[in-house]
């Protein structure tokens, strides 16, 4: 069993950031897919990036591309969501997910209904 622990939201200005940490309990996420979700009011839970273990490659959803960054911390089994120049409509629930296989190589790694292990959800938000 693994256990997600997201932390690191809160309430910023446009053009502000924040950084989402998501700690996992159970397994090491060097062997596992983790992605970041969001959902805002009202809308479907959309994907935001998604990294395997500590590699360079990640994917990014192009709404986000540029301005948000996934990084990994092997030591603290961490996996972090620096996010730079928010926007009002980045105001969202964030979730921390992870998988055992290798979401980025079946080309899953934007589904949500692919990862197994969900964190709680840290809320964000983002005035105007």
């Known amino acids: 069993q693994v256990h997600l622990v997201e932390s690191g939201g809160g309430l910023v200005q446009a053009g502000g950031s924040l950084r989402l940490a998501c700690a996992a309990v159970?397994?090491?996420?060097?062997?596992?897919?983790v992605g970041w979700f969001r959902q805002a009011p009202g809308k479907e839970r959309e994907f935001v990036t998604a990294?395997?273990?500590?590699?360079?490659?990640?994917y990014y959803a192009d709404s986000v591309e540029g301005r948000f960054t996934i990084s990994a911390d092997n030591a603290k089994n961490t996996v972090y969501l620096q996010m730079n120049s928010l926007m009002p409509e980045d105001t969202a629930v964030y979730y921390c997910?992870?998988?055992?296989?290798?979401?980025?190589?079946?080309?899953?790694?934007?589904?949500?209904?692919?990862?197994?292990?969900w964190g709680q959800g840290t809320q964000v938000t983002v005035s105007s």
């Open positions: 990294v395997w273990g500590s590699s360079a490659g990640a």
């Open positions: 159970g397994r090491t996420l060097t062997t596992m897919t």
């Open positions: 997910a992870a998988d055992r296989g290798n979401l980025l190589a079946t080309g899953w790694y934007a589904k949500d209904r692919a990862y197994l292990y």
